[in-house]
């Protein structure tokens, strides 16, 4: 019999999951990573990882009849995920910590901690596919069924020992189809409102959250043009995003928007809307899924963030292993420490982080 981890976050998701891979036959245990230590009020209501919510994980693995684990991973999410993220911003870069969470924590210590244990897979609570290709002898990542939920993009650096070892469930159905199983076996959260991207920044505050973890206030120094010109005054770089127009303080004629940031003159770039459009980005650290590696240029869709629908661009292979990215039309607030995903259909090709 097949042993399977159940990462269960005490989200609908993964409990959904964690019926089931129960009803399939598999030998299975819930586990549950304790990712920080703060359980404030907004901590409660926007995080994955909460103390409600290991004890809201540990009830459905109860009413499932699974044995139930916790693991205190919290130094490793410290040291891979906040660590990078406050890292990021530092050096004026703009991080995705979901992603780092999953190439770090999920699907690297959790299913390291899994093999070691004796389990075959780990499962949780993405909508992606994976599906392992005859011909090609390679898995390969597919986005979920549902697109309003899909996840392939944060999962885009999974390797194939990794994919090999993962079991998503929710692939092939909605959200809303999860939801209704949750709420037909009595889980205590099928109505529960789906987690915040940074589970670690519940109050959205990610400029305080980083003082806070640094120590000290960045200091002020100046918006300039594109030019150099003085505009006014900032108030300290990390609080300032590509593609940011509100929040500013600026009183002008037409909006501005930030285009860049300058760390070596703490200064922070501004321009019109028409000047954070760009054709091209380099990706580094790049995972590829689908094929073993880039040999030449390739026809894919790509996009640069989450929420972005994928546009047609051609990508090719650099000296140094990364990947230069040519869209063939223009894309808005390109920003360095995203991810961008390349796609062949619904499959994923691979991605990097863009520098």
């Not at 009803?23 to 209501?45: C, F, I, N, R, W």
């Not at 002020?220 to 594109?226: A, E, I, P, S, W």
Request: proline share 3%; net charge negative; aromatic share 10%.
């Amino acid at each position: 019999m097949k042993k399977a981890m159940i990462a269960m976050s005490g989200g609908v998701d993964s409990s959904v999951a964690a019926y089931i891979i129960s009803q399939q036959g598999y030998e299975t245990v819930g586990a549950t990573m304790k990712l920080h230590s703060d359980d404030t009020e907004a901590q409660k209501e926007a995080s994955c990882c909460s103390s409600e919510d290991i004890e809201i994980a540990r009830s459905v693995a109860e009413k499932l009849g699974m044995p139930f684990y916790v693991y205190n991973y919290s130094e490793d999410f410290k040291e891979s995920v906040i660590s990078r993220f406050v890292d990021a911003y530092r050096n004026a870069r703009t991080p995705n910590p979901c992603v780092d969470c999953n190439r770090y924590i999920k699907f690297d210590t959790l299913i390291r901690k899994a093999v070691e244990l004796g389990f075959d897979y780990v499962v949780t609570g993405h909508y992606a596919i994976v599906e392992y290709n005859e011909e090609t002898g390679r898995y390969i990542l597919r986005k979920a069924a549902d697109e309003t939920k899909d996840q392939s993009y944060v999962l885009y650096s999974l390797s194939q020992e990794q994919l090999s070892h993962v079991l998503f469930p929710l692939g092939s159905m909605s959200k809303d189809e999860a939801r209704k199983i949750a709420e037909e076996q009595g889980f205590i959260n099928f109505d529960k409102p789906d987690s915040q991207d940074i589970c670690f920044v519940p109050d959205g505050d990610y400029a305080k959250f980083i003082e806070d973890w640094c120590g000290f206030k960045f200091e002020n120094g100046n918006f300039v043009d594109l030019d150099g010109n003085v505009i006014a005054q900032h108030k300290g770089i990390i609080n300032y995003t590509i593609g940011q127009r509100k929040g500013l303080g600026i009183a002008a004629k037409a909006p501005y928007y930030v285009v860049g940031k300058n760390l070596e003159t703490n200064e922070v770039i501004l321009g019109s809307n028409d000047d954070l459009f760009s054709c091209t980005l380099t990706a580094t650290d790049v995972n590829f899924i689908s094929v073993e590696k880039l040999t030449g240029p390739m026809r894919v869709r790509a996009k640069v963030r989450y929420k972005q629908k994928e546009t047609d661009a051609t990508i090719f292979p650099l000296e140094n292993g990364d990947v230069s990215v040519v869209f063939d039309e223009p894309q808005r607030a390109i920003a360095s420490g995203q991810a961008v995903v390349f796609y062949d259909g619904d499959i994923v090709v691979g991605g990097g982080t863009i520098v």
